[in-house]
């Protein structure tokens, strides 16, 4: 059993995830990264689906991770997870391996989660696979250089929608919602939660949470891309932060068929605040914002956060 | 000796599994490999057989599954065929590039269309190039015994490879055939267990498929090329040993039949070679030359084997069961890779191809006798008129 | 079986490597080199502009390449993808003159402009053996333009934005006037802020060198890689830090602790992406020789106790 991480001070010195890795500075997904498997320990492996946490970290012919990783397809993590987990079972159950059984922990982009890699991820939730699957969300394809993927939010420009003339938002689709996706329909299900590098305790407490579940779990981290965002690399936590504040993203623990949120929040920033900080919403016009703030209010009435979007008073 | 059965090629292949103490299977539907994995899961059920088997969303994740689980320690068994073998296409390359000697039945079948059950090579030789072992069987207990060799030869340290025992479907998965069903004991010993020279392990950690820059791209894919020439060797000392403790003595390469005197061969491989052969004992008693080799393993290819060996035919019919649209010379692979590696003999011995047998239809008799016809008439005139016939059209 | 290098020569072929910084300065850099060739090609030149393929996808500050050629005759050597013999090297960016290996490879009489406010001789004592270098030119092209930066025309796709309007202009104005490998005129055509070419022409500093000669680098043989290579290419995980990914030169800016003003609250510790921050009890430290110097650690400071301090006030 992961124990509870109280405070920043009282999390673990120990790095599994060191120094020396090509993201980019201010890299959200990174930080990402580190938690995860500052939270997991030394008995973890990770899988690495193809994607920025695997070109950028590998780069080249290396890697920065203390503990076992393997190399995935975009498509695969989920089933190539499953492998190892079942390897895992059976060698012990037939003498084979000696030993702790070790974490599972797949590092999936939006991509290789909610996009390309869902069915995987879906066949290994179904399955009840012990695995725990981490989609980092930096709302894009971006390793390819910047493109759409369903979490892309509603406005946003990427180089498969830009904004112009004939499509003056960007991006047309409001984005697809995993963690719910998720939810409904796995029933072996044992852990799911969101989080966000803004909390970072919470992160590692959710981590730690989702190792601890008897079987699979899944964790939505929301992951600000300052490259993908179009943010100064400093940013990265600010964003993180007001993305939660504006209720852009929403952080919960869903058991029992109810979300837990894991933030109370007194007051609702307006989703203006956040998106005029990003260069990726900078086409935007009035009416696309009140859009995407109606949206945004009915996803965050939908898992219980209730006070309503008032601009601050700076 | 074990005891001799009448089984289906899948029933054969899953005794195969079951002997090599697999630890991890995963499975997906589609016919006619199906009756391989029924068996398997049987076998677990009943307790004869302790492994994992997970029925895996799809032929994708069935290789994704294999993947992880062999990366991991694993020694795995999957299978697929037709439209299945190609849906999982993206994952051969990674197993073969991490040097993970997973093992997959194919049970040969069309790929769509036609909407056809019937069996064609082109789904496993789609999968050529991808740095796995390839062979097909043409008896029930070829397939048994090949899965067997198989492991033997993919986990050996100097090959480290995928490899696909291919059998024909309907005519080998479901057709019963004679099998002598060896003894465990007797399978330990030709089997060492899978060892794995990178296994996934938190108390040695290894990363496994890091990124490149294209200086190492050479070397990393000159590594591969030299594991799948180490095959050959390694396949000649494991059949060695299969026939001193099996007392089943087969040619790695070739099965030769009739060909000691023969002056034209037909050249082919998988279960349509079984009528080949009839067909040319049929011609041999009325005092014909000819006879059959039949390619056992189809990757990698035997080009010295052949070379070798088979330059000495005056003219080869070289049998396609399986489309190549646009292909040179018109056949099929199996045209194009002998020509190539006969062609410094290309005076010496002509080759004709003929694709037969698509959607599963029989080859019959008749159609091997129209071949081999074909085939003398050139040996004769030493004129190729047209470098493949498809049948019935054009034969 | 190898020939001699001098059979492939191509005497009248110029090769022009641009240094910059990933994402924030990638599109300066790329409209130098293509600013350059588009001006060279109205003067009748054969000419080739590209951005170098291992860098990409670039980072947020990774040293990144662009290239051009320009030849008075057939580019025969299109397709070897580096220019790996530089005549004239341009960095969009001073903090590249330390830890990055930009002299590698240039020619003899080869040419070097730098971006920077700081005197040649500063900029000299980063660079230490200048080898073959012949020609210094600085220039503070920052203060006559500002970068651009945009994803538009990243991976090959148009650029939406145009040529030049930030500090390519003035950087491309700065390397014609030590080199005249274009006209004014013709460069004047091409960028689309003109007047800060010129004002970069004009205010570019040139100051001669004494050229010293570089030894030749010998390249590891493929032969030598494949021996090296381990099983299937899989390499053991790092003890404490990764060395096949040094990062620290990426740093354009040092982080500085005041220690009075911290209050050891680790704040900026669990924060840094890179790992790259130890608590002590005397507050945090900085692993230099990753820090990317993102900055992530002086925004989340409540206490205001770290401030970025520009890399090249340091000589460490
Ligand atoms: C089957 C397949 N299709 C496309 C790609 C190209 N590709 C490489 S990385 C990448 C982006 C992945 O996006 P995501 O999973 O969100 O991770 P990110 O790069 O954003 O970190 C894509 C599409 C691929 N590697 N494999
Ligand atoms: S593009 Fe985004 S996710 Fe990828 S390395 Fe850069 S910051 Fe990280
Ligand atoms: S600037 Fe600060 S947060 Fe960024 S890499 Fe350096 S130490 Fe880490
Ligand atoms: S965040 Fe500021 S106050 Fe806290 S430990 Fe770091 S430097 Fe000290
Ligand atoms: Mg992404």
Redesign the pocket.
């Known amino acids: 059993m992961l124990e509870r991480i109280p405070s920043i001070r009282k999390a673990p010195d120990e790095e599994y995830y060191v120094p020396g890795h090509r993201t980019c500075a201010g890299c959200g997904p990174a930080l990402a990264y580190r938690l995860t498997a500052k939270a997991a320990g030394p008995n973890t492996i990770f899988i690495g689906p193809t994607g920025c946490m695997y070109v950028a970290n590998t780069s080249y012919g290396c890697g920065p991770w203390r503990v076992p990783w393997i190399h995935a397809q975009i498509t695969n993590g989920g089933a190539v997870a499953s492998g190892i987990e079942a390897a895992f079972k059976v060698l012990a159950r037939k003498k084979k391996y000696q030993g702790e059984i070790p974490h599972v922990i797949v590092f999936a982009g939006d991509g290789g989660a909610v996009d390309i890699g869902l069915q995987a991820l879906s066949g290994m939730l179904y399955r009840g696979h012990d695995v725990l699957f981490i989609c980092y969300d930096n709302e894009s394809y971006a390793n390819t250089g910047i493109q759409t993927s369903p979490t892309t939010p509603y406005g946003a420009w990427t180089t498969f929608t830009p904004a112009g003339p004939a499509v003056p938002e960007g991006k047309k689709l409001f984005p697809k919602d995993n963690p719910k996706v998720v939810a409904h329909g796995h029933p072996e299900l044992k852990y799911l939660a969101t989080a966000s590098i803004g909390w970072p305790v919470d992160l590692m407490n959710k981590v730690r949470k989702g190792l601890n579940a008897e079987g699979p779990a899944y964790l939505h981290i929301q992951a600000p891309c300052p490259k993908g965002w179009q943010f100064p690399p400093n940013k990265t936590i600010e964003m993180a932060k007001l993305a939660v504040q504006t209720g852009m993203f929403q952080l919960y623990e869903y058991e029992n068929g109810e979300y837990k949120l894991s933030v109370k929040m007194e007051e609702r920033k307006p989703v203006a605040e956040y998106l005029k900080l990003q260069k990726r919403f900078a086409h935007l016009q009035p009416e696309h914002i009140e859009k995407l703030q109606a949206f945004v209010d009915a996803r965050c009435a939908e898992v219980g956060i209730t006070v309503p979007a008032v601009a601050s008073a700076r | 000796m074990g005891k001799v059965r009448r089984i289906s090629g899948c029933v054969a292949a899953a005794n195969a599994v079951k002997l090599a103490d697999v630890d991890v299977i995963c499975s997906y539907p589609i016919r006619p490999y199906t009756g391989i994995m029924s068996e398997l899961a049987r076998m677990v059920a009943d307790g004869e057989l302790d492994a994992e088997f997970i029925h895996g969303e799809g032929e994708h994740a069935q290789l994704s599954v294999v993947y992880g689980a062999s990366a991991a320690g694993a020694r795995t068994f999957t299978g697929s065929s037709g439209v299945g073998v190609t849906y999982a296409f993206e994952v051969y390359s990674p197993i073969s590039g991490e040097r993970l000697p997973v093992q997959m039945a194919i049970g040969d079948r069309t790929l769509d269309p036609p909407g056809d059950f019937g069996s064609e090579h082109t789904d496993a030789e789609c999968c050529r190039d991808q740095g796995w072992i390839q062979g097909w069987a043409s008896t029930q207990q070829e397939v048994l015994d090949m899965h067997l060799i198989y492991y033997r030869v993919g986990e050996d340290p100097r090959v480290m490879l995928p490899q696909f025992v291919c059998q024909d479907g309907y005519y080998i998965t479901h057709i019963l055939g004679e099998v002598d069903i060896p003894d465990p004991s007797q399978v330990k010993e030709f089997l060492p267990p899978y060892k794995n020279h990178h296994v996934l392990d938190p108390k040695n950690p290894m990363i496994i498929g890091a990124q490149i820059e294209p200086a190492m791209g050479p070397p990393l894919q000159y590594q591969r090329y030299q594991a799948m020439q180490a095959v050959g060797q390694v396949l000649r000392e494991a059949h060695e040993e299969f026939a001193r403790i099996f007392g089943r003595r087969y040619d790695p390469f070739l099965e030769e039949y009739l060909t000691e005197d023969a002056e034209v061969v037909i050249f082919g491989q998988g279960a349509h070679m079984v009528t080949a052969k009839a067909v040319a004992a049929r011609l041999r008693n009325l005092g014909e030359k000819v006879g059959v080799v039949r390619l056992r393993t189809f990757r990698p290819f035997p080009t010295e084997e052949i070379r070798r060996r088979m330059s000495r035919f005056k003219a080869i019919g070289v049998l396609d069961n399986s489309v190549n649209f646009g292909i040179s010379c018109n056949g099929g692979v199996l045209l194009s890779e002998l020509r190539a590696a006969l062609y410094d003999f290309g005076d010496k011995v002509k080759t004709v191809g003929f694709v037969a047998g698509l959607g599963g239809e029989v080859v019959t008799h008749d159609e091997f006798y129209r071949m081999f016809r074909k085939i003398q008439e050139i040996a004769k005139t030493g004129k190729v008129e047209q470098t493949a016939y498809w049948l019935p059209f054009e034969l | 079986m190898s020939t001699g290098s001098n059979l492939f020569a191509e005497p009248g072929l110029q090769q022009i490597t641009v240094w910059a910084r990933g994402v924030v300065m990638n599109k300066d850099a790329r409209d130098i080199v293509v600013a350059l060739a588009e001006a060279a090609a109205r003067e009748g030149k054969y000419v080739q502009a590209w951005e170098n393929y291992v860098d990409l996808p670039d980072r947020v500050y990774v040293p990144v390449r662009a290239y051009a050629r320009i030849s008075t005759d057939p580019i025969e050597s299109k397709y070897i993808y580096e220019n790996e013999t530089p005549d004239i090297i341009i960095l969009v960016e001073e903090t590249l003159v330390k830890g990055v290996p930009v002299l590698r490879g240039l020619r003899k009489g080869g040419v070097l402009v730098v971006n920077t406010r700081r005197s040649p001789e500063e900029i000299l004592s980063f660079l230490g053996d200048t080898g073959n270098l012949e020609t210094l030119v600085t220039v503070d092209a920052s203060s006559l333009s500002t970068a651009v930066t945009t994803l538009s025309g990243a991976e090959g796709a148009t650029d939406a934005t145009g040529i030049g309007a930030g500090i390519a202009a003035p950087l491309a104005g700065a390397v014609v006037k030590a080199t005249g490998i274009v006209s004014l005129e013709n460069l004047a055509a091409v960028v689309k802020n003109p007047e800060a070419m010129r004002r970069g022409y004009e205010l570019a500093r040139v100051t001669r060198l004494e050229t010293k000669g570089a030894a030749q680098e010998v390249a590891v043989s493929a032969g030598e890689l494949l021996k090296q290579l381990p099983f299937a290419g899989t390499v053991p995980s790092p003890v404490s830090e990764n060395e096949g990914m040094v990062t620290g030169n990426w740093r354009m800016q040092r982080p500085v602790?005041d220690q009075e003003?911290?209050?050891?609250?680790?704040?900026?510790?669990i924060y840094c992406p890179d790992s790259c921050i130890t608590?002590t009890d005397e507050?945090?430290t900085f692993n230099l020789k990753y820090c990317k110097g993102c900055g992530i650690?002086e925004e989340?400071?409540?206490?205001g106790?770290?401030s970025l301090v520009p890399e090249l006030n340091f000589k460490d």
């Open positions: 602790l003003a911290c209050t050891s609250c680790d704040t900026c510790w608590r507050g945090p650690c989340v400071c409540p206490s106790a770290i």
